[in-house]
């Protein structure tokens, strides 16, 4: 895939300097900017390819692999696809969404880890309890949450998506129960319990000193300020809704393939950087909702580019993809195992020990394994050199550049 004319790394490149200087940023803030920029480049160091048939040859900058550069998340996302393929059932799967109210939305900037870890916990024992109901599943489920912290626009918009198989195992975990043909939990039911179990977790939060308030926030450190916010939240519809089921397991991994490891805005979607600020592609789905024009674009100051970008940047070691019930990390593979043998489904034929040994070689040696043929004559190209950071190749012949 051809290189974007224009990347998140550019701007950074032409506008982070000025910036810097006129903002305070968190240190996490400070190392995403640092690791964009430096992105294969010479900061980072590279190595030295050369064809065994011909006399091309290249040099390639190592990436920075930050989980929030553009560059970085397609080689991470395909990795970690490849270890979720050998977890998919063949059962119809369901994709639900929990969003954040904008007062919560708010404090939740504040508060990241506190807030965002609130919203998995919710969420998950939301959806726990109510598949867990006899009236509903009355099963054992598992599913996949991914945090989102965006809307297209870049703006502050925390919301959680869960990929979910459409049923559970039965409480003796002898039988796989499926849900009812196109419809998975109450969507209604689902609001109701998230924003209750939501708010006591944010009171809970709030008593044990654990949520600091500042600037247009500062007021809510008083118990009665607190108290006024919350209290119109309880009465409030909090957005869950869910979508249609997927057509089956490969739109799964498709669609897993675009949301697991996106950040907040692809280098794809950015059009222009010129005088009079940033153009970028984005989507209005309130315009959809009323079918008006939704696809748009946006035209922001670099400086606002830039800060919209880092609203974005997650505490370090918080953990933006998790899995729970049945897909629970620690037990996934003999439960997985189990359904399959209860429903008698085959074990999916992608995942081969050949596929296996590559990825443990890309991991053991990414460079090695992920070679290219030479775009020349089509030859094996060949590791002949790796550099430092921050030094040069030692390799004396005509290269060229390669930071594909």
């Not at 968190?26 to 190595?47: N, Y």
């Not at 992920?370 to 005509?398: K, Q």
């Amino acid at each position: 895939m051809a290189r974007p004319s224009l990347e998140v790394a550019d701007i950074l490149n032409r506008h982070g300097d000025a910036f810097l200087a006129r903002h305070r940023l968190s240190r996490g803030q400070l190392k995403v900017i640092g690791a964009i920029r430096a992105c294969r480049t010479a900061a980072l160091g590279g190595h030295v390819m050369a064809c065994g048939d011909c006399d091309h040859a290249t040099i390639a900058y190592n990436s920075c692999r930050n989980r929030h550069c553009p560059r970085c998340q397609g080689a991470a996302a395909k990795d970690w696809l490849a270890d979720r393929q050998a977890d998919l059932l063949p059962v119809p799967y369901y994709h639900l969404v929990f969003t954040l109210p904008a007062p919560v939305a708010a404090i939740a900037f504040q508060n990241k880890a506190a807030v965002y870890g609130l919203l998995f916990k919710a969420a998950a024992e939301t959806l726990a309890t109510i598949a867990s109901d006899p009236r509903h599943l009355g099963t054992r489920i598992g599913f996949t949450s991914v945090l989102h912290t965006w809307g297209s626009a870049m703006t502050h918009h925390p919301h959680l998506h869960i990929i979910a198989p459409g049923g559970g195992l039965s409480p003796d975990s002898a039988r796989w129960i499926p849900c009812r043909p196109g419809f998975f939990l109450p969507v209604r039911v689902l609001s109701r319990l998230f924003r209750r179990l939501f708010l006591e977790g944010l009171a809970a939060l709030n008593a044990s000193g654990r949520l600091a308030f500042h600037g247009d926030l500062a007021h809510l450190a008083e118990a009665e300020a607190f108290a006024t916010v919350l209290a119109p939240l309880r009465r409030a519809d909090w957005v869950v809704y869910a979508k249609r089921p997927f057509g089956g397991p490969e739109a799964v991994l498709a669609y897993l393939a675009r949301y697991t490891h996106r950040v907040a805005i692809a280098n794809s979607r950015i059009i222009a950087m010129d005088r009079h600020g940033v153009t970028f592609r984005w989507k209005d789905y309130r315009a959809r909702s009323a079918g008006e024009t939704w696809r748009k674009t946006m035209t922001l100051t670099a400086f606002e580019f830039i800060r919209r970008f880092l609203l974005h940047v997650l505490p370090d070691g918080f953990h933006r993809i998790r899995h729970y019930g049945l897909l629970a990390s620690s037990r996934r593979a003999g439960t997985i195992a189990r359904i399959r043998q209860i429903i008698a489904a085959p074990t999916p034929d992608a995942m081969t020990a050949d596929r296996e040994a590559e990825i443990s070689a890309e991991q053991s040696d990414p460079v090695d394994e992920r070679r290219p043929p030479c775009p020349c004559c089509g030859g094996r190209m060949i590791l002949v050199e790796r550099f430092a950071p921050g030094t040069a190749p030692r390799t004396i012949f005509a290269v060229r550049i390669d930071t594909s």
